[in-house]
């Protein structure tokens, strides 16, 4: 079903916008810090919302073929993590590490896209 427009990042940048033009200016110390962060926190939402999850289905995929558990891959990744089954030189060590790099590059672009050099 398509979204009735402005869809949620966008309410939220209008939103974030009014913010950091129309009452942070008027703001001072405390106050001024505070509306910031909420301003980040509006900035994060709306990047989140606009994400598209596929990319969660597809991990927890991989996720679940390296560890065989369809019930619970996340866990079970991370405990065979924790358990050395995906150490260097194990057979399936590129793919794991490579969900790992993928996973932390997608969270990056929500959170700190600066990091990536975006935004």
């Known amino acids: 079903m398509q979204r009735e427009a402005p869809e949620g990042p ?3 940048a209008t ?3 009014a913010l950091l033009t129309e009452i942070l200016p008027k703001l001072s110390g405390t106050d001024a810090f505070t509306l ?14 606009a994400q598209n999850d596929a990319w969660v289905a597809e991990m927890r995929a991989t996720m679940q073929r390296l560890t065989g ?3 619970a891959p996340d866990p079970a990744f991370a405990a065979a993590i924790r358990a050395g089954v995906f150490d ?6 590129a793919e794991a590490a490579a969900v790992l790099r993928q996973a932390a ?3 990056c672009a929500i ?9």
């Not at 910031?36 to 919302?49: K, L």
């Not at 260097?88 to 060590?93: F, V």
């Open 15 to 17: 939103a974030r916008d």
């Open 111 to 119: 959170s700190a896209p600066r990091v990536l050099g975006k935004g």
């Open 10 to 12: 966008n309410l939220l």
């Open 88 to 93: 260097p030189g194990s057979a399936h060590h």
């Open 36 to 49: 910031r962060m909420i301003a980040n926190a509006m900035a994060i939402a709306a990047r989140e919302a």
């Open 105 to 107: 590059r997608l969270r």
């Open 69 to 71: 558990d369809a019930a």
